[in-house]
């Protein structure tokens, strides 16, 4: 099967998540990037911004009002959260009919569930019902043809698939999970400076982490998820275990059967039935490591995926392939 080449616009793309996903787009088979946007680095080569791009591509950044979205196919927004909306918006008040992929959190949540989670009131909540939420995985035949994509948060996608198979057989799931650094962004900040992260871990909004609503979205409200998430002193990756109380006991084969019923044929799901899987496997991937280790009605499953791919820019290009009819797997794996 052949391919027309799909026109690609990031906006707003120097940063960690931007770098990857011009990164991944570049090699793409069946994708040309029409242009990257910076407000910060205008006209100036993407490898202003993202290093290990010299070499590879003579892309320049463009202003983001400068973007002609005419005859693009696609844009991925890697605004920050609260300015997703906006980009949007803009794009459509500019003309755009095609498939945008929202990288921010603004369309990732039901209005009710936004409101109880950010806040400041969404500047444009009659977006919210036309967005799918991109966990192919679990929404597969929601996203071909879709127009609005929001791709998942990273921690939402690492506890979201580890729980999704133990929909309705579990009560509580009791999640720690340590993220690192470059989950914070590109902007320096107190807590994401070397020094003080180095050698640390630190535990931040124990129960309040924006990404558990997504989670909760995905479960169902019959399962309750108490997360705890943690700084780690790492670069990329998260690692997590979740401790998991089962309603009914239930035997390992029949735990393993679950997962292998869930993500079967789930190209970027890899099980370790074994045991808990751990993170190094999964940096520089866009695979989701899953494992577990079950004692009747005791259960512990353990996560690992890399944040800037599988928490963000490898699901994008997951979510554009699915949304344009290309193959899912296509400038991913060989």
């Given at each position: 099967?052949?391919?027309d080449l799909k026109c690609i616009a990031i906006l707003h793309g120097a940063g960690y998540a ?307 009819g290309l193959p899912e797997t296509a400038g991913l794996l060989p």
């Amino acid at each position: 099967m052949t391919h027309d080449l799909k026109c690609i616009a990031i906006l707003h793309g120097a940063g960690y998540a931007g770098g990857e996903l011009a990164a991944l787009l570049l090699r793409h088979p069946h994708v040309e990037i029409a242009a990257v946007t910076s407000r910060s680095h205008a006209g100036e080569p993407l490898a202003k911004a993202h290093a290990r791009l010299r070499g590879t591509t003579d892309l320049t950044f463009t202003a983001p009002e400068a973007l002609d979205p005419s005859g693009v196919d696609a844009v991925v927004v890697c605004a920050e959260h609260g300015k997703g909306a906006a980009a949007v918006h803009a794009l459509r008040e500019a003309g755009f009919e095609g498939l945008i992929v929202d990288l921010s959190a603004d369309h990732r949540l039901a209005q009710e569930a936004y409101d109880a989670t950010y806040p400041a009131p969404h500047p444009h909540p009659e977006q919210i019902a036309d967005a799918v939420y991109g966990l192919a995985e679990v929404n597969r035949d929601a996203i071909p043809g879709a127009t609005l994509v929001a791709n998942p948060g990273c921690f939402a996608t690492a506890m979201a698939l580890a729980l999704w198979p133990l929909a309705g057989r579990a009560g509580t799931a009791h999640i720690t999970a340590f993220t690192g650094a470059s989950g914070s962004g590109a902007r320096p900040s107190p807590t994401t400076h070397f020094p003080t992260r180095d050698g640390n871990a630190r535990a931040y909004r124990p129960f309040a982490h924006r990404h558990q609503p997504e989670v909760e979205q995905v479960v169902g409200d019959a399962m309750q998820i108490q997360f705890v998430p943690v700084s780690a002193p790492w670069t990329r990756g998260i690692w997590g275990t979740a401790h998991v109380a089962l309603d009914a006991p239930l035997a390992p084969d029949a735990v393993a059967t679950l997962y292998q019923e869930a993500y079967s044929g789930a190209r970027f799901v890899r099980l370790s039935p074994e045991g808990l899987p751990e993170l190094l496997p999964v940096v520089g991937t866009p695979f989701c490591d899953i494992g577990w280790v079950s004692d009747g009605d005791a259960l512990v499953v353990g996560f690992a995926l890399d944040n800037l791919l599988k928490g963000a820019a490898s699901q994008a290009v997951q979510n554009l392939n699915l949304a344009l009819g290309l193959p899912e797997t296509a400038g991913l794996l060989p």
